[in-house]
């Protein structure tokens, strides 16, 4: 019976109008006993009743039980594949997809021969790139110069100005200082404890405590070294600075 009705729908369907594609309800024009016309008034018809539907349906309330049967019946139409395990529906899902199948041709398998034809089409494809083949007008992106054209090149550059090589800048006008108090920045209690004990992991247990506090309190002390360092050089320039010589008339070879 079932192969009956699916010869007898075969015979008599249309292929699938776009308007109805974009819709989900291409199904519809498989069923259809109208001759296979574009364009036809039955067509339009059928596509304006189908669109009003469809809008009803969108235009209802989400919690309307109508709007909800309605979007799972579209749901339906527009997958049969993927609803056809229905009880109630499953047998008509499955004829629309058998009324689809008619439409397309039949797709040979797969052989080695064609599989190679395809590797081969693929490689002689030009890779074509608008920044690399075009916009990129190096004559040596294929090849590096030559010894000579490398020769010719460091003449044509110009030695360059190295007079201000070395100088500090000396700002125009004064900088404002900005306030980084909220600032956290880096933990550096936490990064010393961790290095801390990353040192002393491979010592026996009962000396780990005692390595990482003497890490620590030393990790503490260099810094603050450093930091006087850095603090008597800056009070150093500031003076150099503000008695008007330079470096080289205190007997600095800077």
């Known amino acids: 019976m079932e192969e009956e009705m699916l010869a007898h729908n075969g015979a008599k369907m249309s292929m699938p109008r776009k308007a109805m594609k974009e819709m ?48 799972e019946l579209f749901q339906m139409i527009a997958n049969p594949h993927l609803w056809d395990h229905d009880e109630i529906h ?54 590096p110069p030559t010894a000579g054209e490398i020769m010719e090149l460091s003449q044509d550059l110009g030695e360059g100005n190295s007079d201000l090589a070395g100088k500090r800048t000396i700002p125009s006008k004064p900088i404002a200082k900005i306030d980084r108090a909220d600032r956290v920045g880096e933990d550096l209690q936490l990064s010393d404890r961790i290095r801390a004990q990353q040192i002393a992991a491979s010592l026996p247990k009962e000396e780990r405590k005692e390595i990482t506090e003497k ?40």
């Not at 320039?237 to 800077?254: C, H, Y």
């Open 24 to 71: 989900g309800l291409q199904v519809c024009c498989l069923m259809c006993d109208a001759q296979d016309i574009a364009g036809s008034e039955r067509c339009k018809h059928c596509i304006s009743q189908h669109s009003s539907a469809r809008n009803a349906i969108d235009s209802a309330s989400p919690e309307s039980k109508i709007r909800q049967l309605g979007e």
């Open 90 to 143: 499953g047998n008509h899902l499955r004829n629309y997809q058998f009324l689809a199948a008619q439409l397309t041709d039949p797709k040979e398998p797969d052989t080695v021969e064609s599989v190679a034809k395809l590797f081969a089409k693929q490689k002689e494809k030009k890779d074509v790139s608008l920044i690399r083949d075009f916009a990129n007008q190096n004559p040596w992106k294929h090849k």
């Open 215 to 254: 890490e620590v309190t030393k990790r503490k002390k260099q810094r603050k070294r450093l930091q006087d360092t850095i603090e008597g050089v800056d009070e150093f320039i500031a003076e150099v600075e503000g008695s008007g010589q330079e470096p080289t008339d205190l007997g600095l070879d800077i």
